[in-house]
């Protein structure tokens, strides 16, 4: 008989399995920084850290460290995971993620299958580029790790906008893809590139998975990352398809690492009307009676990126409004999800004004039926993320409907 989990406490397992709710003393020292011990276990938990390179506030890949543990040092994440060799790799995952050093073989059969569209795609890059290719691998043979920036070629040029890559980086970036290159650790933010054997462990350069077998342990890594999840989370959290994930949670039911539930309203289709959806609950999933978070969320954590999702454990419609026009923009530019308890109770577009010394909260906005408190405990959150970008002051903008309380608590 499947057991059935209430959508409360689907919401709370989910929390928990993301590092929410655990009391200080299993994490920190109520007047000490969470150390080295601290971020490689979360980052563990977590299974990636996904990169862009989005700065308005703070790059996304520190965020999901401070929403969960508070205050740290930077700098203490920066060893743990772009060290030239060490616990962390890199590669596209979910997007371009921060990864666990051992996940790397797990996605052998990405690199071959971006390896073989290309081969197939007369149109690819890569194909009126071979000569480049070619002298990448040899330039990085001779010189060992670079970033892009570093290496001499006439082609190292920028085309177009500020963003657009010189064939040099192109061609690193197809060689990456491939697994003919990997990262070397990261440089001022930029990706250094290596070829693996100057990079990675032998007994890891020789570790052969099978495709399925690499599924089944990236869905059971994603179903410990996501505590409860549907054949779509947990398929979505290595951009997975649906068919093999399907297969994998079969095995890993079958198994017992998976045990199946249902959860009312969590049915497909926008008619559902509260019906019961078919999900798996991983067996080592805490189940918390309460959580008491207060924090926000980057847009690119895994609480809040599937927005599926972030709408049935929240009750909460969320997308990134960076790339719409600003006069069709409803809550802001760059926008952080407020979550308070286990619920998302606001959304706050806040700017990290570096030569001001100011944190900017462009708007604040409450979601419907927020508690009286959303304000206050916002205002705690704002008031330790300035002291972690070392900024002196926060400045509340007139805009949105949670704008005038929180101005007035960040004043008391």
Known sequence: ????????????????????????????????????????????????????????????????????????????????????????????????????????????????????????????????????????????AEKGPLPASEIEHDANKRSGPWWGWSDVKTGLEVLFRWGEVVSGGRSRFERVYGLPEQVLPAELLGREISRTDAHRALIARAAQAHGVGTVKDFADYFRLKTAPARVAIQELEDAGELIPVTVPGWGSGAGSGGAAGAAWLHRDARLPRSIDAATVLSPFDPVVWERARALRLFDFHYRIEIYTPKHLRVFGYYVLPVLVGDTIVGRVDLKNDRQAGVLRVQAAWAEPGAPADTAARLAAVLRDAADWQGLGEIVVAPNGTLAAALAAELQS
Do not use: C
Not at 47 to 60: A, K, M
Not at 102 to 114: G, I
């Open 1 to 140: 008989m499947t057991d059935t989990l209430s959508p409360a406490l689907a919401r709370r397992v989910a929390l928990a399995a993301q590092g929410f709710g655990r009391a200080p003393t299993q994490t920190q020292s109520p007047t000490r920084a969470p150390g080295i011990r601290q971020l490689d276990a979360l980052v563990n938990r977590l299974q990636l850290l996904q990169i862009d390179s989005v700065n308005v506030f703070e790059r996304s890949h520190y965020l999901p460290v401070f929403s969960r543990l508070g205050v740290y040092d930077k700098t203490v994440l920066d060893r743990l995971t772009a060290a030239k060799t060490g616990r962390y790799t890199e590669y596209w995952a979910h997007e371009a993620s921060i990864l666990p050093l051992d996940t790397w073989p797990l996605f052998r059969w990405r690199m071959q299958a971006y390896r073989a569209h290309a081969d197939t795609d007369a149109s690819h890059w890569s194909h009126a580029n071979r000569p480049m290719l070619e002298w990448l691998r040899a330039e990085l």
